[in-house]
């Protein structure tokens, strides 16, 4: 049995471990030479990194609660809108559990004992609560956001969906390949058709770019025209607001490029701006990362694969 066949057989298992599946596929990822599938691979065994964007499936949106109290009065468990929160976090995002830690983590048994709900501990920021929900009078006691058991049990579905789209793909492009030798004995164009398989399958089908994590760190996730996300990504790479706030108003004025992918003169030059900064060190970032990760960023919020 060769080894895409072996991937394909743990992927449709019910008691094979994902880590165990996903250690075969960067073993598949040497064999075919793809930094695209190693490193994505790395980042699900090893944990994101906080300056690493996490995909779709690992962004879980929380409901939020609150245990407030006074002299007179004790409320538990009370609803506090989403919008509210996120306004007053100034994050449009701060609703979304960005679930970073190793897939080898999530243990179904043990959230199956969560009662229908895990929780959030969201204590540090119950102070700007205070007089937005009740009076002021009232102290908050407690906040916490909560996300339903089946959404982090989800991630472990995703990966091995991705994965074995990933495979499907791959022998039906190179039917007799099921060892791998048989890819590269083809290696004309071979490691391109693998990246575009990985796009398509594992990055589903959007503008992404995940970068080498085992050599230094660009991992990229904006989808055409998505401005929030690519706000999100930057400012998760450590670009400071205002910076964000001028590239915003740029690509506003500059909202198409042509089919050469060359950005107009307001986008171009904030992207020199910005390799300034990071060789000044103002910027935390090496200056080839940084300017590949903002041409990366926004040839996909362009709608170009880079």
């Not at 607001?241 to 001028?246: C, I, K, M």
């Amino acid at each position: 049995m060769g080894l895409l066949t072996d991937i394909q057989n743990d992927a449709l298992s019910d008691t094979t471990s994902v880590s165990t599946m996903l250690r075969k596929c960067m073993v598949l990822a040497h064999k075919l030479d793809s930094d695209l599938l190693e490193d994505w691979v790395t980042l699900e065994l090893d944990g994101y990194p906080s300056e690493a964007s996490v995909p779709a499936y690992r962004r879980i949106p929380m409901n939020f609660k609150i245990n407030a109290m006074n002299m007179a009065w004790r409320v538990t468990g009370h609803n506090v809108p989403q919008l509210l929160v996120n306004d007053l976090a100034r994050d449009d995002e701060f609703d979304i559990l960005k679930y970073r830690p190793a897939i080898g983590t999530i243990d179904p048994g043990e959230i199956e004992k969560a009662n229908g709900v895990l929780t959030v501990n969201l204590d540090n920021y119950s102070f700007m609560l205070i007089g937005k929900v009740f009076d002021s009078r009232m102290n908050i006691t407690k906040f916490w956001g909560e996300v339903p058991p089946t959404q982090i049990l989800g991630i472990l579905d995703a990966v091995k969906n991705r994965v074995l789209k990933f495979v499907l793909t791959l022998q039906k492009e190179y039917p007799t390949a099921d060892g791998v030798e048989g890819l590269k004995s083809e290696q004309q164009g071979v490691q391109q058709a693998v990246s575009q398989i990985f796009n398509t399958t594992i990055n589903g089908g959007n503008a992404n770019v995940v970068g080498t994590a085992n050599k230094s760190t660009v991992t990229i996730t904006v989808n055409q025209g998505n401005l929030q996300g690519l706000r999100q990504h930057l400012l998760d790479s450590g670009v400071a607001l205002d910076d964000v706030l001028e590239l915003e108003a740029a690509l506003a004025e500059e909202p198409k490029i042509g089919a050469d992918k060359q950005f107009g003169p307001m986008v171009r030059s904030w992207v020199g701006k910005m390799a300034v900064k990071a060789a000044s060190g103002a910027w935390n970032i090496g200056i080839a990362a940084g300017t590949v990760l903002v041409e990366h960023a926004l040839l996909g919020y362009y709608g170009y694969a880079g």
